[in-house]
């Protein structure tokens, strides 16, 4: 008959298994750092040193001020959009509600006008005569709107 419990034991004695566990932490790799030291450093940006040229600086030096101009990103557009959502930094594709503006109110007025009167519903069904709002499809907070001109 076989035995049932193995000729070597499973576990190392207490000595060893700190021994062994003083050695991993040794070894270990570096904690990464903490927020404060990973915020610390500034971002790296797109500087234009300014140019002073008034009475008593003579050669119009830099004085090492840094002028940031900052690019507005892609505009939106009347149909929904993939795009990387700027609050929850997820990669989706933008939910659109088209909101009437001011020119469809001015259609449907310009519809009654001529007496049109089963007509006047028709701006506010037509997505072409209304602002179009991007949301994103995530989160759903508010990302842009595209204004129909």
């Known amino acids: 008959m076989e035995p049932v419990y193995p000729k070597t034991p499973l576990e190392q004695p ?4 700190g021994q062994a566990e003083q050695e991993h932490l040794l070894h270990a790799t570096p904690a990464p750092p903490s927020y404060d030291q990973a915020t610390s450093t500034p971002a790296q940006t797109t500087a234009i040193p300014a140019v002073t040229t008034g009475p008593g600086t003579g050669t119009g030096t830099g004085t090492g001020q840094h002028t940031v101009i900052i690019v507005p990103g892609q505009p939106y557009g009347p149909d929904p959009q993939d795009i990387q959502c700027p609050y929850c930094h997820n990669y989706a594709r ?23 009167y089963c007509c006047v519903c028709l701006p506010y069904c037509i997505s072409s005569c209304m602002n179009t709002n991007h949301y994103c499809g995530m989160c759903d907070r508010y990302l842009g709107t595209y204004a129909r001109r």
């Not at 207490?14 to 298994?17: H, I, M, P, T, V």
């Not at 509600?97 to 001015?106: A, D, G, I």
């Open 94 to 116: 933008t939910r659109v509600m088209y909101k009437p503006n001011s020119r469809t109110h001015l259609i449907a007025l310009l519809l009654c006008l001529f007496q049109l």
């Open 14 to 17: 207490r000595q060893l298994a």
